[in-house]
């Protein structure tokens, strides 16, 4: 059995070789660190999908720890980077903290592109709280496809939680509007909205998801209280195209980011904290119902390292 940090570590192994184990051989056997090897670390932080502004700072750091000669030899210049990295990652560690005694229904609503993992994010969450006792509710507002409603009934039969649907092609948010007033009968602790997730381009699905946030929050004022974006890892940049498209049309509270296990892009998540300021709230790595842990940077970063 192995547990969520090893397999967070064995996911990251990719992103580790193309990241740190690059700065490592960028750095053996050199004494004085130049110029030329700065734009050497440069191009690699970039390379390592950490973003634009991460790696400008990240160089702008080093430049002045060189210049104050507090960082002359290459192992601290790698440490000043896990450090660095690792108050970034930080700025984006805020779990979620639900009380339900003020809060019940807790709302989340879960958007996201085609593939990225919504489905199965909804299902390991929507277990996590079942497992703590929670009375769990998910309704199926992406009525796009037949086979996503059949979806993610598995996965709420899975999770022990009840499910709201209806036919394939209704409106989303008839969905939701069932999924509250279904809760709010039923005494229920989460409610669960699945959604589309067609192209962000398509301004329809855009017109769709803020149709069903505005149902949700005029049947139950305060919700939806999380609306979770959920990204794929292995997508690189493209993530952060995403959600600045999604938060600019409904506004993201938090990020899933899926995927993890086996991408070389693990830095992305670097790249979405510091562009987003958005908080990442979990972590996916691998498709089995107990391979999505709340974020925490600390193990993350040593997981990396
Ligand atoms: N390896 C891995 N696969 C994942 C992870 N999360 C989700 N997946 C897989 O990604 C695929 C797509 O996941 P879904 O949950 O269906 O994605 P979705 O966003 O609901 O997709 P649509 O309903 O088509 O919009 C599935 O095969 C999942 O098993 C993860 O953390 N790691
Ligand atoms: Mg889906």
């Not at 489905?119 to 497992?131: C, D, E, F, L, V």
């Not at 004022?221 to 609306?227: L, S, T, W, Y």
């Not at 086996?262 to 691998?286: D, F, L, N, S």
């Amino acid at each position: 059995m192995f547990g969520f940090f090893d397999k967070l570590k064995k996911g990251l192994s990719k992103t580790h070789q193309g990241f740190v184990e690059k700065i490592d051989r960028l750095f053996l056997g050199k004494k004085v660190i130049d110029q030329d090897l700065l734009d050497d670390l440069e191009a690699l932080l970039f390379e390592a999908d950490l973003g634009v502004k991460t790696t400008t700072q990240l160089i702008e750091g080093v430049r002045q720890g060189l210049k104050r000669g507090d960082l002359q030899d290459p192992e601290r210049v790698k440490g000043f980077i896990k450090q660095e990295i690792l108050q970034i990652l930080h700025s984006g560690e805020k779990p979620l903290s639900i009380d339900f005694a003020k809060t019940k229904p807790f709302v989340f609503m879960v958007v996201g592109v085609n593939g990225g993992g919504k489905t199965t994010t909804i299902g390991k969450i929507a277990h996590q709280y079942s497992s703590q006792g929670k009375k769990v509710l998910i309704g199926a507002a992406d009525t796009f496809r037949a086979a996503a409603v059949e979806q993610l009934e598995i996965w709420a039969n899975r999770a022990g939680a009840d499910f709201i649907k209806q036919s394939k092609g209704s409106d989303p948010s008839a969905v939701a509007f069932d999924s509250i007033h279904a809760a709010r009968a039923r005494n229920t602790d989460l409610v669960f909205i699945d959604t589309a997730g067609r192209l962000h381009t398509k301004v329809n699905l855009m017109e769709e998801l803020k149709k069903v946030k505005r149902i949700v929050g005029r049947e139950c004022p305060g919700a939806p209280h999380e609306i979770l974006l959920v990204l794929d890892a292995t997508t690189g940049q493209n993530a952060i195209s995403q959600a600045k498209l999604f938060n600019e049309a409904i506004g993201v509270t938090g990020i899933a980011l899926t995927k993890l296990d086996g991408t070389a892009k693990g830095g992305i998540i670097v790249g979405i904290t510091e562009e987003m300021k958005i908080p990442i709230r979990y972590i996916g790595v691998g498709e089995a119902i107990d391979d999505l842990k709340e974020f925490n940077a600390s193990d993350f970063v040593q997981a990396l390292f």
